[in-house]
């Protein structure tokens, strides 16, 4: 069985401390609460404090919660918040389009899909929530890339593979995809991912407006592009969707 790394758990026992009780505690009395010699305590926060998880009291030296973790709390905030407001929307997605749809946010490279509506027949689908898709070859990857600047350079660092002989890969012509993608404001995946299977997404926004996700339809390529393109009227309900989803997040109207 593996083995607990003794410093990772102090750190997390020190944050918990200084996230209840008393809104600032000095050295002494964390040490003291933690059972921990002054020394290793001081060296625990000193980290923690580089990494802007901790902040010291200039005036009495005492230790607060910092900024960094209210920082990635909100992005966890933010993730449920979108989730919540999508909701009703999807449903309603799903409902009209028949095919299943998912709503996905950058993370570590990839799009992580947070929330999954299923097909609404009576055919045996996968939950896929929690589930990575590529940024460079997904509908719902291309619309993140093209509107969120970090995932831009993370879609241009990383392996863009040729998952299908439709897949676009070569930067020069990846850059060609987010433009279109940018006009037009919706992006698209026949093929590309997936042999028979394709998909339509479109960006989500938040107050700021600033991209906080991507919500999109996917299905077999004969029920989207039965003539070969995809379906105007299938564009438009994401689309709908999409600003639905963003005006509850107080983007206002675009």
Same mark, same amino acid.
């Given at each position: 069985?593996? /083995? ?21 505690? =000095? ?18 926060? %000193? ?15 005492? *230790? ?11 992005? *966890? ?5 979108? %989730?919540? #407001? +999508?909701? $009703? ?5 799903? /409902?009209?389009? =028949? ?14 899909? !947070? ?27 291309? !619309?993140?890339?093209? *509107? ?11 392996? #863009?593979?040729?998952?299908?002989? #439709? ?17 037009? =404001? ?10 028979? $299977?394709?998909? !339509?997404? +479109?960006? &989500? ?11 999109? &339809?996917?299905?077999?390529?004969? /029920? ?13 309900? !994401? ?16």
């Amino acid at each position: 069985m593996a /083995r607990n790394i003794q410093s990772l758990e102090r750190a997390a026992a020190m944050l918990r401390l200084l996230g209840g009780g008393e809104r600032r505690l =000095g050295l002494s009395d964390i040490a003291s609460s933690l059972g921990l010699a002054k020394g290793t305590a001081h060296g625990i926060l %000193r980290t923690l404090q580089q990494e802007g998880f901790v902040e010291q009291d200039e005036a009495s030296g005492r *230790y607060q919660l910092g900024a960094e973790l209210l920082r990635l709390g909100t992005t *966890y905030l933010d993730v449920h918040e979108l %989730r919540a #407001r +999508a909701l $009703v929307w999807t449903d309603d997605l799903a /409902r009209s389009s =028949g095919e299943s749809v998912h709503l996905g946010v950058l993370h570590q490279q990839g799009v992580l899909i !947070v929330h999954h509506v299923f097909r609404p027949d009576d055919s045996r689908q996968v939950l896929e929530i929690g589930a990575m898709q590529p940024l460079h070859s997904t509908a719902l990857g291309k !619309v993140l890339s093209a *509107y969120d600047p970090v995932a831009h350079s993370e879609a241009l660092e990383s392996r #863009r593979t040729a998952f299908t002989d #439709r897949t676009v890969h070569d930067p020069e012509a990846f850059e060609q995809v987010l433009d279109l993608t940018r006009a037009r =404001g919706w992006a698209a995946d026949v093929e590309e991912t997936w042999e028979g $299977v394709a998909s !339509v997404a +479109a960006p &989500v926004h938040d107050r700021r407006r600033m991209p906080v996700g991507a919500v999109g &339809v996917t299905g077999a390529v004969e /029920r989207l592009c039965p003539a070969g393109e995809l379906r105007p009227e299938l564009i438009a309900a !994401v689309r709908d969707c999409a600003r639905a989803v963003s005006r509850d997040l107080g983007a206002g109207r675009f």
